[in-house]
């Protein structure tokens, strides 16, 4: 099992900044994909950055420009700077983390694990 634990988030005025933080941890374990999901009051949870072990990224149309998703391979974190803040932003945001898990006797297992959510406020 993978267990992510989430930083950062709380209540911006409309312009500021804040960023997220998310490292992962567990027991023989890789990764391929981590990021970020957003789940607004009302809506449903929608993809907001996520970066491949590539290095390769996708994002959502409307914070492109404003947030930048980063990973750090040997602290298995991801980080997401997130500028420029409107309102529109506020949402619980998710960390999301996809890879692989190995057995101790060979083999291995997919997962997808979620962290707890931290919520993002922007105010007008």
């Known amino acids: 099992q993978v267990q992510l634990v989430e930083s950062g988030g709380g209540l911006v005025q409309a312009g500021g900044s804040l960023r997220l933080s998310c490292v992962a941890s567990?027991?023989?374990?890789?990764?391929?994909?981590m990021g970020w999901y957003r789940q607004a009051p009302g809506k449903q949870r929608e993809l907001v950055a996520t970066?491949?072990?590539?290095?390769?990224?996708d994002s959502a149309d409307s914070v492109k420009g404003r947030f930048t998703l980063s990973r750090d391979n040997a602290s298995k974190k991801v980080v997401l700077q997130m500028n420029s803040l409107k309102p529109e932003d506020t949402a619980v945001y998710y960390c999301?983390?996809?890879?692989?898990?190995?057995?101790?006797?060979?083999?291995?297992?997919?997962?997808?694990?979620w962290g707890q959510g931290t919520q993002v406020a922007v105010s007008s």
């Open positions: 999301n983390v996809v890879g692989r898990i190995y057995k101790a006797f060979g083999g291995s297992s997919a997962y997808d694990s």
């Open positions: 970066i491949r072990s590539d290095g390769t990224t």
């Open positions: 567990g027991s023989s374990f890789s990764i391929s994909s």
